[in-house]
């Protein structure tokens, strides 16, 4: 079994930056990418980037497209995700989620998710 926890979320101002990290642990892990998703209050989960493993290459959904960057460090198991210029619209928690088969901007794609971490962006 994978576990995965999120850290990284918090309060910051419209512009300002946030480092979310996903730490994985449990069986041997090496997923074929990761992703992670956001839900905003009375919003439906939606996808925001993917990266793949094996070689760390990313997706992005538009809306974060320049000011997110998705990493990964295979050694730590570790996943990254850089928030920068950030915009009240990106109020959400953050979830990341491990899929074994296939990178895919699809949530039931992905075979293990974590509890999620708060980003909220005040203006």
């Known amino acids: 079994q994978v576990q995965l926890v999120e850290s990284g979320g918090g309060l910051v101002q419209v512009g300002g930056s946030l480092r979310l990290s996903c730490a994985a642990s449990?069986?041997?892990?090496?997923?074929?990418?990761m992703g992670w998703f956001r839900q905003a209050p009375g919003k439906e989960q939606e996808f925001v980037a993917y990266?793949?493993?094996?070689?760390?290459?990313?997706f992005y959904e538009d809306s974060v497209k320049g000011r997110f960057t998705f990493s990964r460090d295979n050694t730590r198991n570790t996943a990254y995700l850089q928030m920068n210029s950030l915009k009240p619209e990106d109020t959400a928690v953050y979830y990341c989620a491990a899929g074994l088969s296939r990178n895919s901007r699809w949530s039931q794609d992905y075979d293990y998710w974590g509890q999620g971490t708060q980003v909220t962006v005040s203006s």
């Open positions: 449990g069986r041997a892990f090496s997923p074929y990418a």
């Open positions: 990266i793949r493993w094996n070689d760390g290459r990313t």
